[in-house]
Nanobody, 115 residues
Framework: QVQLVESGGGLVQPGGSLRLSCAAS????????MGWYRQAPGKQRELVAE???????TYADSVKGRFTISRDNAKNTVYLQMNSLKPEDTAAYYC?????????WGQGTQVTLSS
């Protein structure tokens, strides 16, 4: 089992920044993948950014150059720094980890863009 605890969402104006955090109950090194997905109302959940084993990092095209995923191995924590936020970034953001063939999800944190 992997427990994931997220924090850092909120209400922000377009052009602003937020940083999301996700703490895992297992060592990041034991996970095949860990990262962030998001789901906007009426849309499917989509990958935002993710680390996979071998230090491969994947970003959605829509966030490249604006979002940065990083990690603190000692804290088993992954971060998502979101800059230059746009209204279309409004969504529930979910931390996700892939371990032992199963994908685990956090409870989600809401990010809302509003002027």
């Amino acid at each position: 089992q992997v427990q994931l605890v997220e924090s850092g969402g909120g209400l922000v104006q377009p052009g602003g920044s937020l940083r999301l955090s996700c703490a895992a109950s297992r060592s990041i090194f034991s996970l095949y993948a860990m990262g962030w997905y998001r789901q906007a109302p009426g849309k499917q959940r989509e990958l935002v950014a993710e680390f996979t084993s071998g230090d491969i990092t994947t970003y959605a095209d829509s966030v490249k150059g604006r979002f940065t995923i990083s990690r603190d191995n000692a804290k088993n924590t992954v971060y998502l720094q979101m800059n230059s936020l746009k209204p279309e970034d409004t969504a529930a953001y979910y931390c996700s980890a892939l371990w032992n063939g199963f994908r685990y999800w956090g409870q989600g944190t809401q990010v809302t863009l509003s002027s």
